[in-house]
Structures are given as structure tokens and as C-alpha cells.
């Protein structure tokens, strides 16, 4: 990439493609490298702390920024606007619609909390015993786990909504 420092011009390009300064580099702008066999995209362009030089990050930059002259004339693509919503059929009028959903959530769920359970003494002086004990006989502790978390500390560390559908209109189902 660094032999882009030496064009003053950009001396190839294809239809639809703008010749522009490097100053003038944005992100998401697309780049023909490798005598324009190939595009690059510009992750990120800024001004260099040394003056007349811009620093580009592109996709293809593994070992970090490239510093371009910033009166460097490149062959550059812009991304495509977004497309404008059609506004000749419907129109959102701001009306907000009161329905039933039926969700399906999938959390990971952490409980710390203190139980107390009757095991036999050669359990309870060896953690791993202790934890293959409980483990198999959840039924010790599980009444004391309290599932808003209300007798100890309740962590969610992931949520997912794996389904939705609207079961009814109006609040009625």
C-alpha cells in the first residue's frame, strides 16, 4: 500500500469511480489497489501529527495504518446512499398499536446464595466431594434457590429473545 505515496494522480480507474484527494478520504470509501484488480476499504482516515500526510487504516492493513500524502489523487468509490424509504404508499403517522406478544427468552444466569443441608462428614472437609454431592442431589438446595435472587446476589450474563409473535390485538388474545 506505502506505493500510493508516490502518485500524484490517480492513473487508472473504473466507471463510477470518483478521483479524489486523500484528505478527503471517509470511512466506508473503497480504494483500487493492485492496479485496480482489487478494492480495499477505508476503515479509518486521519490527518497525520506530521502536517500534508493523512494516516488510512483500510481492511487489508494488518500491520496498522498507511501514511498517504494528503495531495495524493486516488481512485475512490463511495458506498452507496442508503435508499429513501418509499414515501408514496403508507406512512408510519406516529400511531402506536397495543397488542399481546408472546416472547421466548433464553438467559444465562448466575445465583449466589447460602443454603443449609445435612452432609456426611467425609463431604464436607473436601471441596470436590462437596461440589460431586450437591451436584447429584440438587434437591438438597434447590428449594432455597430463589429465583428474583432476593436471598443472595442474582447475575444475568446473557440474554437472548429467540422468538416473538403477536398473540393478540388490543390487549386481548
Known sequence: MSA???HTRADYHHDGETCMY??????????SVLRGSAQAVVREA?????????????????DGP?????????????????PQPDTTGDQDD????????ELTVTETVTYDFQSEVELPADVVDDENELHSYLDEREELWLDDLDPTGKNGALCI???TLD???VAGVGGKS
Open 94 to 101: 406516529g400511531t402506536l398499536t397495543t397488542v399481546t406478544v
Open 22 to 31: 486523500a484528505r478527503d478520504l471517509r470511512p466506508g470509501d473503497k480504494l
Open 157 to 159: 450474563t446473557e440474554r
Open 66 to 82: 498507511t501514511l498517504i500524502s494528503s495531495d495524493t489523487v486516488l481512485s475512490v468509490r463511495r458506498p452507496e446512499p442508503d
Open 4 to 6: 500510493l505515496c508516490n
Open 163 to 165: 422468538e416473538a409473535r
Open 46 to 62: 486521519d490527518p497525520a501529527e506530521e502536517d500534508g500526510w493523512m494516516s488510512v487504516l483500510l481492511d487489508v492493513s494488518w
